[in-house]
């Protein structure tokens, strides 16, 4: 993996390095910082899905770290592609 790519950059000088639990000691890929899947319900995460106290339903992604993993630069990609050609033939 080339250090601070077009498909990898890790800040580790980010006041909020590592921002997921668990990931301390690992590559975490910050070039996702905020997950361009996060529009869409049937992302490739795991995020959990809660309600608020006024019965709204919202997308819970703390949990979630697939965006950091640097293995799926090239999943996210292509997820996001489809979900642009689908969009292209509404």
């Known amino acids: 993996m080339e250090k601070n790519s ?4 890790e800040n580790k000088e980010c006041m909020y390095y ?5 990931m301390e000691g690992k590559s975490l890929n ?8 996060h ?3 049937d992302c490739l995460g795991k995020p959990v899905f809660r309600e608020n106290k006024n019965g709204r339903i919202f ?7 697939f965006p950091h993993d640097p293995q799926n630069y090239e999943t996210i990609l292509a997820f996001l592609k489809e979900k642009l ?5 509404e």
């Open 6 to 9: 077009y498909r990898f950059f």
């Open 18 to 22: 590592p921002c997921h639990a668990g």
């Open 30 to 37: 910050c070039l996702f910082c905020y997950c361009p899947m």
């Open 39 to 41: 529009p869409y319900p």
């Open 59 to 65: 997308k819970d992604c703390t949990g979630c770290v």
């Open 85 to 89: 050609y689908a969009k292209q033939e």
